[in-house]
């Protein structure tokens, strides 16, 4: 078992960086690659970036490539996103996810564990 807390949104402006951060318990999480997406109202969740365990390989889709950046702490049990140049667009509930699948980091039904979400309200 895997369990996962975020922690950092909030309200910010245009322009503003941010960083998030999950917490992990559990004795598995370093045999894990982690995700970040998100989801707004309506919408489906949403790929943000990732790393795999094995390689630490990050990946982040299109829409925040050069702007967010994943990373992780395993002696700390921590994964991070930090967001810069953040648009409203950007604005949803962003999950940090836990996953086996080594290799379909951007797939959300692959992830076995998921934090609760936390809000970012990016304001222009």
């Known amino acids: 078992q895997v369990q996962l807390v975020e922690s950092g949104g909030g309200w910010v402006q245009a322009g503003d960086s941010r960083g998030l951060s999950c917490a992990a318990s559990?004795?598995?999480?370093?045999?894990?690659?982690v995700g970040w997406f998100r989801q707004s109202p309506g919408t489906e969740r949403e790929f943000v970036a990732g790393?795999?365990?094995?390689?630490?390989?990050?990946y982040s889709s299109d829409s925040v490539k050069g702007r967010f950046t994943v990373s992780r702490d395993n002696a700390k049990s921590m994964v991070y996103l930090q967001m810069n140049s953040l648009k409203p667009e950007d604005t949803a509930v962003y999950y940090c996810g836990a996953t086996l699948d080594n290799l379909r980091l951007s797939m959300s039904r692959t992830y076995n564990y998921w934090g609760q979400g936390t809000q970012v309200t990016v304001s222009s």
């Open positions: 790393m795999r365990w094995s390689s630490n390989a990050t």
């Open positions: 559990g004795r598995t999480f370093t045999s894990h690659s």
